[in-house]
C-alpha cells in the first residue's frame, strides 16, 4: 500500500518534472547551461539561452541575398528560406514565414507590451520576436537575431 508520505514525494517529483519540461519547452536537444557556454560564443549564448537582443545593424545576415536557408546556429535546425527574407529596414534579419515546424513561440511581457517571443523547435534557443506588420501572402514579420542564424547558401 502508497503511503502517504511516498505519495507526496511522488507528487512534487512530478509537478517538477512538469514545469521543468515547460521551462525548456519541448525541446528535442536539452543541455545544461554550462554545456551550451561551451559550444556557444557569449553573444550567441547571451541572444540564444538569455533572450538577449543583439543591437541592430549589426548581423552580416542583414545583408545576406543568396538563395538557400538560414539554420539554427546552435543545432542546424532549418528555420527560414532565402526566399521568405525581406528588408524589413529594422537592422534585424527578417523574414514573413518560419519552415514548418521549424520554431515555437510564447507571450513575452519584457518591455511591458506582450510581444510573440519565438525558439528554435529543436534546441529551444531563443531566435526573436514575430509581429504582424510584415509584408503578403502572411502579414507576418519574423525579426531574427542575425547571431543566433547561420547562412547555409543553395548549391548550384
Ligand atoms: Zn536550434
Same mark, same amino acid.
Given at each position: 500500500?502508497?503511503?502517504?508520505? #511516498?505519495?507526496?514525494?511522488? #507528487?512534487?517529483a *512530478?509537478?517538477?518534472s512538469?514545469? *521543468? ?6 525541446a /528535442?536537444?536539452v543541455?545544461?547551461?554550462e ?7 557569449p =553573444?550567441?549564448?547571451?541572444v540564444?539561452?538569455e533572450?538577449? /537582443?543583439?543591437?541592430?545593424? /549589426? ?7 543568396r #538563395? @538557400? ?12 528560406a532565402s526566399d521568405t527574407k525581406?528588408d524589413?529596414? /529594422? ?7 518560419? *519552415?514548418? @515546424?521549424?520554431? =515555437? ?8 507590451a +506582450?510581444?510573440?517571443?519565438y !525558439?528554435?523547435?529543436?534546441? @529551444?534557443?531563443?531566435?526573436? !520576436? ?16 542575425? +547571431? ?6 543553395? =548549391?548550384s
Amino acid at each position: 500500500m502508497i503511503n502517504r508520505r #511516498s505519495f507526496l514525494t511522488y #507528487s512534487s517529483a *512530478m509537478l517538477l518534472s512538469m514545469v *521543468m519540461t515547460k521551462a525548456i519547452y519541448a525541446a /528535442t536537444i536539452v543541455k545544461t547551461n554550462e554545456e551550451w557556454k561551451k559550444m556557444l560564443t557569449p =553573444e550567441q549564448y547571451d541572444v540564444l539561452r538569455e533572450e538577449g /537582443t543583439e543591437r541592430p545593424f /549589426t548581423s552580416p545576415l542583414n545583408k545576406e541575398k543568396r #538563395s @538557400g536557408t538560414f539554420v539554427c546556429v546552435a543545432c542546424d535546425n532549418p528555420l527560414f528560406a532565402s526566399d521568405t527574407k525581406f528588408d524589413s529596414g /529594422t537592422g534585424w534579419p527578417s523574414f514573413f514565414q518560419a *519552415m514548418e @515546424g521549424a520554431v =515555437e513561440t510564447k507571450s513575452d511581457t519584457k518591455l511591458f507590451a +506582450v510581444r510573440t517571443e519565438y !525558439h528554435c523547435s529543436k534546441c @529551444g534557443g531563443h531566435q526573436g !520576436h514575430v509581429f504582424d506588420d510584415g509584408p503578403q501572402p502572411t502579414g507576418l514579420r519574423y525579426c531574427n537575431n542575425g +547571431v543566433a542564424l547561420k547562412f547555409v547558401p543553395k =548549391e548550384s
